[in-house]
């Protein structure tokens, strides 16, 4: 009953913009002509760009195709799509609408939720994600101690598998020593108390995911720990929120200890024990950088610096806005970090280069170079701007059009008719 409530609901939706909605993404050929590319990885140079078969097929001067498409980019730049290192995007739509909300699994241990499969193409907030320049995100579940497993997904396509950009990570919600938030009315002994039983759970679950792993061949299958398998063997990462500085040392002691590769999320106190993460070379993706601080006692800009003090101890550090809706921020939230101590080149390598290589797709995806997927877009001034406007948007080589619920809102309104006069006789 709840699948075909949310369908209705999500039909009712899409009928109500597809009414509205004008072009369709194109594919084919595209040469960008006389550019300034911010390669991310190679510096800014003056070139065109072909895109060819969904790949940046060729990078230079004076490149001619035949029968490509021409765009003139006098004046303007081409940036690689920016990354978002966690949301919740296609896995959420009406806040107040339950149905909609397919990000929260019931139970302590469902590692074999796949994120992927529950992600809805046709989300709102895709298209007004994208047309800030966000091409791909990874779209992380909630929940419990082991609440699913995320995925990597490029903004375009009628199918998740169609999305899948070609990376999963299970994720784990490490115990929190700290208050859920500002309702959380529990004593320091109670928090304490529900903190030591959730890292008991934890110790418990991942001996017998251990065991599980080494017994491969084993005729009892058990679809929690078979998703848990590929990280227990140390085949393949664990994403691991924690935020309180006591929790990721605590954190960092079991990561060690059970030798799991660990890519730590959140980390909203990580500027406070930078040097341990260094130390043992967790790679960090942070954020929401446009928030309050984590304690009353910090100055107001501790957020802002968090990445940027991270980074210049020498962590591999890439951000994220973990939003559903306001994905579309990304840009700004890397704006905030650049101004407030980590500068603008390595600011929008948080967004790009550095979240491809932590995800293992830096090969295809993260910069403008020959071989890599044509995810990219052209604008006319720095995207960490507001003023900066996006002219063209490429996902897979795909000519996207720049329109979302909000270009059509605006254009519906701009010069809206007054309708009819109702006759008050």
Same mark, same amino acid.
């Given at each position: 009953m709840k699948g075909i409530l949310r369908i209705c609901i999500c039909l009712f939706f899409g009928i109500s913009l597809q009414a509205q909605q004008v072009e369709k993404s194109t594919y084919g050929d595209v040469l960008l002509k006389n550019a300034t590319l911010v390669t991310v990885t190679n510096g800014n140079i003056q070139s065109d760009l072909l895109i060819k078969d969904?790949?940046?097929?060729?990078?230079?001067?004076?490149?001619?195709?035949?029968?490509?498409?021409?765009?003139?980019?006098?004046?303007?730049?081409v940036y690689p799509g920016f990354i978002d290192g966690g949301t919740k995007l296609g896995l959420a739509e009406i806040g107040a609408v339950s149905l909609t909300q397919d990000h929260d699994e019931k139970g302590t241990y469902t590692p074999h939720m796949q994120a992927l499969t529950a992600v809805n193409p046709n989300s709102v907030s895709i298209p007004v994600t994208r047309v800030n320049g966000v091409t791909t995100v990874l779209t992380v579940p909630s929940g419990d101690l082991l609440p699913g497993t995320a995925a990597l997904i490029n903004l375009h396509g009628y199918t998740p598998d169609q999305m899948y950009a070609g990376f999963k990570g299970m994720v784990l919600n490490f115990p929190s020593t700290g208050k859920r938030g500002r309702w959380d009315k529990r004593s320091e002994e109670d928090i304490k108390k529900d903190s030591d039983k959730a890292l008991k759970k934890l110790k418990e679950y991942w001996n017998q995911a251990k065991v599980y792993a080494k017994l491969s061949s084993s005729n009892t299958y058990n679809p929690q720990l078979e998703a848990s398998k590929e990280v227990a063997l140390g085949n393949a990462p664990m994403m691991i929120e924690v935020n309180k500085k006591a929790d990721i040392l605590a954190a960092i002691d079991w990561v060690n200890k059970e030798e799991i590769k660990a890519i730590?999320?959140? $980390?909203?106190?990580?500027?406070?024990?930078?040097?341990? +993460?260094?130390?043992? %070379?967790?790679?960090?993706?942070?954020?929401?950088? +446009?928030?309050?601080?984590?304690?009353?006692?910090?100055?107001?800009?501790?957020?802002?610096?968090?990445?940027?003090?991270?980074?210049?101890?020498?962590?591999? $550090?890439?951000?994220?806005? %973990?939003?559903?809706? %306001?994905?579309?921020?990304?840009?700004?939230?890397?704006?905030?970090?650049?101004?407030?101590?980590?500068?603008?080149?390595?600011? +929008?390598?948080?967004?790009?280069?550095?979240?491809?290589e932590i995800f293992g797709v830096a090969d295809q995806l993260g910069s403008l170079e020959e071989g890599k997927v044509a995810n990219l877009f052209v604008c006319d001034g720095d995207p960490f701007e507001m003023k900066t406007r996006i002219s063209h948007l490429f996902i897979e080589g795909w000519n996207v059009p720049m329109e979302s619920r909000h270009t059509l809102l605006y254009d519906e309104f701009l010069e809206r008719d007054p309708g009819v006069k109702l006759n008050k006789d």
């Open positions: 969904g790949k940046i097929a060729s990078i230079g001067e004076a490149i001619s195709s035949e029968g490509a498409v021409e765009i003139d980019c006098s004046g303007k730049f730590f999320t959140g $980390v909203s106190e990580g500027w406070r024990v930078a040097d341990s +993460l260094a130390k043992y %070379n967790i790679p960090v993706i942070t954020g929401p950088i +446009l928030q309050t601080p984590s304690r009353s006692s910090d100055k107001f800009d501790a957020p802002y610096r968090n990445a940027g003090r991270m980074q210049q101890a020498g962590v591999k $550090v890439a951000i994220r806005t %973990n939003e559903t809706e %306001n994905v579309r921020n990304l840009p700004f939230n890397a704006g905030f970090a650049a101004t407030y101590g980590m500068g603008v080149e390595e600011a +929008l390598k948080a967004i790009t280069i550095v979240p491809a």
